[in-house]
């Protein structure tokens, strides 16, 4: 599974910081300044992610993630 197998959510908050996550994924998320600042650290965190199932053997899990505008 690679980065683009999954859903991302870009969201800005009240503070003025933004939020880039991917749900599927626990802890897969990170908060910065600005929105490409977000995303750009979404991808390392990603990666460190998928580093450590990889060491421990085990598949990232499949994104069931659902977008829907209520």
Request: include cysteine.
């Amino acid at each position: 599974m690679t980065l683009h197998d999954y859903k991302t959510v870009l969201y800005h908050q009240e503070d003025g910081s933004w939020v880039a996550e991917i749900p599927a994924i626990p802890g897969c998320y990170a908060l910065m300044s600005t929105r490409e600042e977000a995303l750009a650290e979404l991808v390392r965190v990603f990666e460190m992610i998928a580093e450590e199932y990889l060491e421990k053997g085990i598949s990232l899990p499949k994104d069931t993630t659902e977008i829907i505008h209520a």
